[in-house]
């Protein structure tokens, strides 16, 4: 290149917001693509490549987001080798700039910019062993999650600390590669750290599997990870709260829905303190997770609901007003489906809540350090008050847990816009409430949620907007990609342009557990979870040319898969 240095490329020419403008300097031949420093060829102004802007004020590291290339003017030349006058163009060749961080007088990258650079400023291309020792962490300990898609050579690291503890989110469209990624960081997480504690809801049952002989196999391994079917591990009706309850029996369009609360929260009072008299409690409320019998319940609605007075010849006061509420409550009773929480059998008193929580929060025998708990064969009406519950015990858990600091807990929401839905006006509100009641205050607690979705627009936007990290996969959708926009920083809100190009399992991780907004290449997961795609081409060419009907069917009976 025609400049002194090497590495110089170019210089500032504008400087607005929070863009950098920069015009590149061509050489005799033109502008050139690459150059070659120190036995490696460095690309120039290839989108997503970082540069370092220096003046004497500081340096600031920038990603290109923008090339762009415009003709000045054409004019007539000599031509040495000819007698006549030839046409020359002179072209500007211009890079647009995203500043991310800040090297300090010592050498030491910081995330955001304090002080911009003037025009004028220097742009040089960074060498790989430069930009590792930019972003070489002096922590305690990092989790390496891939490699940086500009940089194969260069380990992505996240600060585990940061990422959990204020919340994560994984954002992808279908197929671009969530469990994948998720897989990928948990894996890291348990080889790395043996006494973490991660309480996984798992919708698909894509982290454990059944294999031949009867056996449990999962993503994590059996010596690091406990599988347990959602209707084994057994969460009873009694551990709902009020409103819980609520949402599960009354039809708030109900016209006697008001009548129906009132008599339940009175009702439901009164049973969970008849029903533990003998445990010695003080002080109960509505809330209070002990038990209580639903038969009771049942039948003292029934009674208030048939009550006539005078011999039958008046009608009681509330005659009538829970034959709706009646009907829902046998139709939930008396479907086999539903009796791991309505008919419970190993969770019938309130003592039983210890092994309970011991089985969820990894405390059971064995201890391990990832539960996984399958949703799959729950009902999906009743997945979002199961899911409530898991996730407030753990809250409840560790709210109540001394040493709550010294035991975090990380609640993992796979396809959580499924229950922890963005509309105010859905059924389970209680539901919804209870989730983002975690997101904002879990973190005091030292209960992190790490929630992973496809649909961005549909999760509850309180969650998200309290995740101060997040991974997002590839989003093609533009309403997604424009909420997403809106959720990240506002130093990273250009590279949402690039959600649509990522590759499969390629992230773009922003947040406080990186150093700078990244583009990363995650690390395939051994195991992968059983999230793959079905071989189409392979299976319509050479597959089974009969299947087991009646098996399959026998499946669907028996509700077992």
Known sequence: ??????????????????????????????????????????????????????????????????????????????????????????????????PLGEINASGRLESGVSRYPLVGAAVHLIGTSRLAGLLARDLESVLELGCLSVRPSIKATLDPTALFSRHLAILGQTGAGKSWTLT?????????MPRAHIILLDLHGEYGWHIDGGGQAGVFGT??????????????YWLL????????????????????????????????????????????????????????????????????????????????????????????????????????RKHSSSSSLEGLLRDFVGLGEPKRQVTVIDLSPVPVDLRPVVSAQIARLAYEFNYWNPRRHEFPILLVCEEAHQYIPREADTQFVGTRRAMERIAKEGRKYGVNLCVVSQRPTELSET????????????????????????????????????LASLRRGEVLAVGDATMLPSRILVYPPDPAPASRD????????????????????????????
């Not at 597959?543 to 098996?551: F, N, Q």
């Open 241 to 344: 709260t009020f409103a819980e309850l609520v949402d599960l029996l009354i039809d708030r369009t109900d016209v006697n829905a008001t009548v129906q609360i009132a008599f339940l929260r009175e009702t439901l009072y009164s049973l969970r303190k008849q029903s533990n008299q003998h445990m010695g409690l003080e002080r109960l409320s509505v809330d209070s997770p002990v038990y209580f019998s639903i038969e009771e319940l049942y039948q003292r609605v029934k009674k208030v609901n048939e009550e006539k007075l005078e011999f039958g010849k008046v009608k009681g006061p509330l005659f009538g007003a829970f034959d709706d509420f009646l009907v829902r409550f046998q139709s939930l009773f008396n479907d086999a489906r539903y009796d791991f929480f309505m008919r419970p």
């Open 463 to 498: 969650v998200l907007s309290q995740c101060g990290n997040y991974l997002c996969l590839r989003i093609s959708n533009a309403d997604d990609q424009e909420y997403v926009r809106r959720l990240l920083p506002e130093g990273a809100k250009n590279l949402a342009d690039m």
């Open 184 to 192: 990928s960081l948990l894996q890291r997480v348990v080889s790395s």
């Open 534 to 561: 079905a071989p189409l081409a392979k299976s319509w060419r050479d597959g089974p040319e009969d299947l087991d009907v009646a098996g399959i069917i026998n499946h669907w009976w028996r509700q077992v898969r």
């Open 1 to 98: 290149m025609s400049t002194p240095d090497s590495t110089l490329i170019g210089r500032l020419i504008d400087i607005q917001g929070g863009r950098l403008v920069a015009t590149l300097f061509p050489s005799e031949e033109g502008f050139p693509s690459t150059v070659n420093l120190g036995g490696e060829s460095l690309p120039i102004g290839q989108l997503g490549t970082l540069v370092e802007v220096r003046d004497r004020a500081g340096h600031v590291l920038a990603e290109v987001s923008r090339q762009v290339e415009e003709t000045l003017e054409r004019r007539a030349a000599a031509d040495p080798a000819a007698t006549g006058k030839r046409q020359v163009t002179l072209r500007e060749r211009r890079l647009e700039l995203v």
């Open 223 to 236: 010596n690091r990870a406990r599988h347990l079917d959602a209707r084994e591990l057994e969460i009873p």
